[in-house]
């Protein structure tokens, strides 16, 4: 079975500042990683996904992520945050296949002006 | 294009009563999930369809029933609720590439 691990729960950073949030996950096979974020009282909506190729995915807003095998990571970073970053990011781990999602805790980064 | 629709949205229910929570989309993924979300512990997943007729248990099932007689559908029945089931439940569909898209939620309180 696979596990997420999100090792921050919360992060505050300033705006215009740079941030990573980082994920580890767990599976004895390969997997496909996944950033979703969530905004205030809305449903889930994906970020940016790791499926095969280049190990540095990227979202349209400015994110990306690198997929790290031997370390068995999937950090998310920024290199400058706005206020309107301020969310829930929750890293997700499947196998290949279409076996369901299994999300971490998630990490509420709040963007300070 | 709607998307993934639930319904409701806000729901109070006392212990004991029984209730179902909808979920509709109109993008013909045969792939279906229930999650639940409780604050500082992410989304687990209870229930997932892989398409009409077919149903499986996820990580927390208990006290949840659902069924999936049409690709469209996929209500989730809480048979006697108990507030160990106050919570935020998310109803997600995937076209088959783990893409999943979200209803907005049903946030639901068991007093």
């Known amino acids: 079975a696979q596990s997420v691990t999100q090792l921050d729960s919360q992060v505050p950073v300033f705006e215009e500042a740079p941030v990573e949030l980082r994920c580890n996950y767990s599976?004895?096979?390969?997997?496909?990683l996944f950033w979703y974020v969530q905004y205030p009282n809305q449903g889930l909506q994906l970020l940016l996904k790791?499926?095969?190729?280049?190990?540095l995915v990227e979202s349209i807003n400015g994110f990306e992520a690198e997929f790290n095998k031997s370390q068995t990571s999937f950090h998310l970073r920024k290199p400058s945050v706005h206020i309107s970053d301020t969310a829930e990011y929750f890293c997700?781990?499947?196998?290949?296949?279409?076996?369901?999602?299994?999300f971490g805790k998630g990490t509420r980064l709040s963007v300070i002006a | 294009n709607a998307g993934v629709t639930q319904t409701p949205k806000f729901r109070i229910l006392k212990i004991g009563q029984s209730m179902t929570l909808q979920c509709t989309q109109d993008?013909?993924?045969?792939?279906m999930y229930w999650y639940r979300q409780d604050p500082g512990m992410g989304l687990k997943l209870i229930y997932y369809?892989?398409?009409?007729?077919?149903?499986d248990k996820g990580e927390v099932p208990n006290g949840y029933n659902v069924s999936r007689s049409t690709t469209e559908d996929f209500p989730l029945r809480l048979e006697l609720a108990a507030p160990s089931q106050t919570s935020v439940y998310f109803c997600?569909?995937?076209?088959?590439?783990?893409?999943?898209?979200f209803g907005a939620g049903s946030r639901l309180t068991v007093l």
């Open positions: 997700a781990v499947s196998t290949t296949g279409n076996t369901p999602l299994v």
């Open positions: 599976s004895s096979v390969s997997v496909y």
């Open positions: 790791y499926l095969s190729g280049s190990t």
């Open positions: 993008m013909n993924h045969n792939y």
């Open positions: 369809s892989v398409g009409a007729g077919i149903t």
């Open positions: 997600a569909s995937n076209p088959g590439a783990n893409v999943l898209t």
